[in-house]
């Protein structure tokens, strides 16, 4: 299984069992900082670890990580969709908004997934 299959898997697991988020959720990080370490500007592999650490409450980082494969010319909508979460979350709204614009004239990645993000709670 390859590290972005896998990570999805245990993020999915996260979300459908809260007892193992916690483990879940550390496990598809360290997946996807392993196969980094082999292929570092791998956009698939950047937006999906900016969405783990999202989802763990890791903006500052997952912003440096988005912001990365945004400058690797990524045309992914979750990239750009990621990044104004991240953005949001680390009190830069200028720059998220920015963000979830270009989000919408991308297409989503199928390899790919959105950071969760809760509207109401911002």
């Known amino acids: 299984m390859n590290a972005v299959t896998e990570s999805r898997t245990l993020v999915q697991d996260a979300f459908a069992n809260p007892k193992s988020w916690a483990s879940s959720m550390a496990t598809a990080e360290a997946v996807l900082r392993k196969a980094l370490n082999d292929a570092p500007d791998d956009v698939a592999l950047l937006t999906c670890l900016g969405a783990v650490l999202c989802d763990q409450g890791k903006h500052r980082h997952a912003a440096e990580l988005l912001e990365k494969a945004v400058r690797l010319g990524s045309t992914d909508r979750n990239t750009h969709?990621?990044?104004?979460?991240?953005?949001?979350?680390?009190?830069?709204?200028?720059?998220?908004?920015?963000?979830?614009?270009?989000?919408?004239?991308?297409?989503?990645?199928?390899?790919?997934?959105?950071?969760?993000?809760?509207?109401?709670?911002?």
């Open 81 to 122: 969709y990621n990044l104004g979460v991240a953005l949001l979350a680390s009190a830069r709204p200028a720059q998220a908004t920015a963000a979830f614009k270009r989000a919408k004239g991308f297409t989503a990645s199928p390899r790919t997934w959105e950071a969760y993000f809760d509207a109401q709670a911002q």
